[in-house]
């Protein structure tokens, strides 16, 4: 079975966020112990799997998981797999979070992906102390639940060092799925990380389902609804965001660096 290794997220190789994708063949599902055994040995954020969908919803069924689960919503992998895939124009795709479109331009691919509007709480208890920051005020992105941490500037954002362990302690008592931490950029509209130790993902490089979440907090606080947001991991990357009532744009680019076959 063939195997794509693309950089999501990213205008050439060694950059944004490395997805695996696996193109099946119409029919049912492969065992999913086989599909998370597959993700566990490629060890990226996420591992996609799509085939030809048998319904009537979507051309494509997609999903996605991580080295250690399942997850129901995943940009940079969603927009590995539309490169992947070559199609010109729009694609669609039946995942647990509904349909999902891919418009796939020479300028680079545009996924229509439901908005996670984040919703006031309180710092939670901890959290400071397992970022080293101070947060100046959180919020849950919606189903996702993500948890969104605004900070003072770009230079704390860049200056986070996480404690994993206790992020994932945090996260998991919270039934979060994640954490953000965001504040005003200076060369892009806003800046983030993005940290998820309890799915098997220490820190992500590039994560396209959070910007579901910042895309209408920046927007709300910049009083415009297209921004460009950067990703300011090791790797980096940048997504073009517009949001669209309860539906938010995600604008990048791909490259694919592996393309190779899996044996068993």
């Given at each position: 079975?063939?195997?794509?290794?693309v950089?999501?997220?990213?205008?050439g190789?060694?950059?944004?966020n490395?997805a695996?994708?696996?193109?099946l063949e119409?029919?049912?599902?492969p065992d999913?112990?086989?599909?998370q055994?597959?993700a566990?040995?490629?060890?990226h954020?996420?591992t996609?799997?799509v085939?030809?969908?048998?319904?009537?919803?979507?051309e494509?069924?997609?999903?996605?998981?991580?080295?250690?689960?399942?997850v129901?919503?995943?940009?940079?992998?969603?927009l590995?797999?539309?490169?992947v895939?070559?199609?010109k124009g729009?694609?669609?795709?039946?995942?647990l979070?509904?349909v999902l479109?891919?418009d796939?331009?020479?300028?680079?691919?545009?996924?229509?992906?439901?908005?996670?509007r984040?919703?006031a709480?309180?710092v939670?208890d901890?959290?400071e102390?397992?970022l080293?920051?101070?947060?100046?005020?959180a919020?849950v992105t919606?189903?996702?639940?993500d948890l969104?941490?605004?900070v003072?500037?770009e230079a704390t954002?860049?200056?986070?060092v996480?404690?994993y362990?206790?992020?994932a302690a945090?996260?998991d008592r919270?039934?979060?799925?994640g954490?953000?931490v965001t504040?005003?950029?200076?060369?892009?509209?806003?800046?983030?990380?993005?940290?998820?130790p309890?799915s098997?993902?220490?820190?992500?490089?590039?994560?396209?389902?959070a910007?579901?979440?910042?895309a209408?907090?920046?927007a709300?606080r910049l009083?415009?609804?297209a921004?460009?947001?950067?990703?300011?991991?090791a790797?980096?990357?940048?997504?073009?965001?517009?949001?669209?009532?309860?539906?938010v744009?995600?604008k990048?680019?791909?490259?694919?660096?592996?393309?190779g076959e899996?044996?068993v």
């Open positions: 079975m063939r195997i794509r290794v950089d999501a997220f990213a205008d190789p060694f950059a944004g490395p695996g994708v696996c193109v119409a029919g049912p599902w999913d112990s086989w599909m055994s597959v566990a040995e490629m060890k954020a996420e996609a799997f085939r030809p969908s048998d319904g009537a919803e979507a494509w069924d997609l999903r996605w998981f991580t080295p250690a689960k399942e129901v919503l995943c940009g940079h992998a969603t590995a797999t539309a490169h895939l070559a199609l729009k694609t669609s795709f039946a995942t979070s509904g479109v891919a796939v331009a020479e300028d680079g691919i545009t996924l229509d992906f439901p908005v996670n984040p919703i709480t309180p939670p901890g959290l102390a397992a080293e920051v101070e947060a100046v005020e919020y919606g189903e996702l639940r969104l941490v605004v003072r500037d954002v860049r200056a986070v996480p404690q362990d206790e992020i945090i996260t919270d039934k979060l799925r954490v953000i504040a005003r950029g200076n060369e892009y509209d806003f800046v983030s990380r993005f940290f998820a309890g098997g993902i220490p820190e992500d490089p590039v994560t396209g389902s910007h579901t979440g910042l209408p907090y920046w709300g009083g415009r609804d921004l460009v947001g950067y990703q300011a991991s790797r980096g990357g940048v997504v073009q965001v517009v949001l669209d009532g309860e539906r744009y995600l990048g680019s791909a490259v694919t660096v592996l393309d899996l044996l």
